[in-house]
């Protein structure tokens, strides 16, 4: 898939969203990586969630974390989601997410223990642009059931049947859908949903199975899944991973 060298204004560049809470040695591994960016026109976002109730450690290691931040060339520039109470890590990315696409087109997201170089973050913004320009509403994830290591090849994106958390990009398009899809609660309605969707019944009986127990969760990257196998989309994912 070709990339589009244009560069659009900022609200349609994808943003950048760095997600921490209580592990400053992650978060200060994911500053080093984001300052080596060149030429980087997105605007990056760090959302912070709230200590525990009571935690000390919590207080201690956010501290910290804002002080990295402080240190960090890039403080002038980013813009700081912070929560005074402890959300938890799937309504934390979320209300993140609804904030930034607030006044961005997309975005991609990373985890604080999401290890990705500065060429793979490069990689997944141009995707992810290259998606919305196109019109688009398919997420955009970095894993792979396959390393480079051992293998001899050019890395590229294929087209998969699955999302992961491990780094992503997604646009408002999606995002509005899957805030629709996210509240169908009736068994009977998703179930007509999804027997309408070809993607799903590509899978086999027993991974449906496996997938109806995980999309019952309420983690938010199963919700995404679900939105994915309702709507009868695809992800863009690399044939070798780029996060590790």
């Known amino acids: 898939l070709m990339m589009n060298s244009k560069l659009p204004d900022l609200e349609y560049r994808p943003a950048i969203l760095l997600i921490a809470f209580n592990r400053p040695d992650f978060f200060k591994a994911r500053i080093l990586t984001l300052e080596k960016l060149t030429k980087n026109s997105s605007q990056i976002y760090i959302a912070i969630d709230g200590p525990r109730s009571g935690n000390k450690k919590d207080i201690l290691a956010i501290n910290e974390i804002l002080a990295i931040l402080e240190s960090s060339p890039l403080y002038a520039s ?62 955009i994830v970095t894993m792979s059931g396959l390393s480079r290591k051992g293998w001899i090849g050019k890395n590229s994106w294929r087209r998969s ?26 068994s009977t309605e998703l179930q007509v949903k999804l027997e309408k969707s070809k993607n799903w019944k590509k899978i086999s009986k027993r991974k449906q199975m496996l997938w109806l127990e995980r999309m019952s969760r309420i983690n938010y990257d199963y919700s995404i899944q679900r939105t994915i196998f309702l709507e009868n989309l695809q992800t863009f994912a690399p044939i070798f991973r780029i996060a590790d």
């Open 161 to 186: 049947l699955y999302f992961s958390a491990w780094g992503f990009g997604i646009n408002r398009d999606f995002w509005k859908l899957h805030c629709l899809d996210k509240n169908i609660s009736n």
């Open 78 to 139: 980013v813009k700081l989601i912070k929560s005074n109470r402890n959300k938890g890590c799937d309504d934390h990315i979320v209300e993140s997410i609804d904030e930034v696409l607030k006044t961005h087109n997309s975005l991609i997201v990373i985890e604080d223990d999401v290890s990705l170089s500065n060429s793979g973050i490069n990689r997944l913004l141009e995707m992810t642009q290259k998606v919305a320009n196109e019109g688009q509403i398919n997420p």
